[in-house]
């Protein structure tokens, strides 16, 4: 078999493919490419199961980044287990037909516990003390140590959050793709996988910041250009044979919905009060949203208003379409994880989690980079409150608190959804913006790759001859 990577860049698509991105555009013309039907819906969590799976979330279960766990009565996102993805995996199937196979694994998700031979993952450690340590998960668990003495430390705050994709005192503005792409040279030299899987971000950040037509952006497609760029050419310098793979492309928007105030206005969502403030109580709601960038899962714990409920969120502006049980079997999301229904949004607009109807009553965390006590995916997370006087001397004093071993919140995110301009989600209009497959030896392809069947193809590089 052939030794392969998988360089997933995030957001890349026809559309940015150009005189920015030179390194990407000469790989692209000098191999096959095709565009991917995206996977519904075109989330991370989601696009990767299917990838690797080859099957779709009415088989692996991976309905969204996040879903309510009707058992515990709790919304939860961005868990890690390798367990919840219900189906065999690329690197299960390559080891089955080569018994000295090896995969190594880093920064995609559901990255621990998994039968990777090598992981590398972010994961806070969370002392007793209530504070979060930036750290990295790895296996073996030797890595973890090794990798951050030879690159220094994992610039976490860059990852995600208003410091992530622009220049700061945490880094520059393509530090965390550039940390695993050389975190992956570093496999390389060391482990040699025959399977490599590979993650870069950094497109994620500003295109949903300031949206795919923001002027400006494309100094961030040179910069993902450089340092794919660079991964390539090494990769295969190393005998490695390289594919360049997305998970979505991202459109712009400019019309935020919030199905959870609609649903409260009702009567049919309730809050309860703690210390002053509201959190959402999922288990005594009669219906609820977890929303999920263009994809809003509704969970309906009173079956006898679902038809009342449909109606309200069809009603919503910026809504395209509200699946029911047949629409789920259409669009191949019928799971027990899944919502009662799934509302689909237009092109231009995307799902908040917001609750609240009084900002001045939003939870704590509502203005925290907070990603697992939210119930609901947050890309306002992305931004600093413009109101903010001072920004940088805000931070600093929250960050010499917590040195100091204070309590504080990091509590300087605005609650204002107007500001975020690109999402993703739904399948586009616009086919350039769909997810690419870039690679030696893609079969003849007839209109676009099915996100099930990218598995496959993925398989064929792998294994065909390398004169293929």
Known sequence: MNRLAIINVVGLCAANIGAATPNIRRFRDRHSWCRIRPAFPAVTCTAQSNYLTGKAPSAHGIVANGWYHRELAEVQFWKQSNHLVQGEKIWDVLKRQHQDFTCAKLFWWYNMYSSADVSITPRPMYPADGRKVFDIYT???????????????????????????????????????????????????????????????????????????????????????????????SLEKAGVRVALLSEYGISAVDHPIHLNRALRKKGWLTVKEEMGLEMLDCGQSRAFAVADHQVCHVYVNDPSIRGAVRELIESQAGVARVLDDAGKREFRIDHCRAGDLVAVAQDHAWFTYYYWLDDDRAPDFARCVDIHRKPGYDPVELFLDPACSFPKMQIGWRLLKKKLGFRMLMDLIPLDARLVKGSHGNCPTNEDEYPVLIGAGLSELRGHLDSTDVQAELLRMATMGSSD
């Open 139 to 233: 296996f073996p668990f030797s890595i973890r140590s090794e990798i951050k003495k030879d690159l220094g430390e994992f610039p976490f705050p860059a990852f995600w959050g208003p410091a992530a994709g622009v220049s700061t005192p945490q880094g520059a503005p393509d530090a965390v793709s550039r940390w695993i792409a050389e975190a992956a040279k570093w496999v390389e030299d060391r482990h040699h996988p025959d399977l490599h899987l590979i993650y870069l971000p950094h497109l994620d950040y500003n295109l949903q910041r300031f949206g795919p037509n923001q002027p400006g952006i494309e100094e961030d497609y040179r910069r993902i250009d450089a340092i794919v760029g660079d991964l390539v050419d």
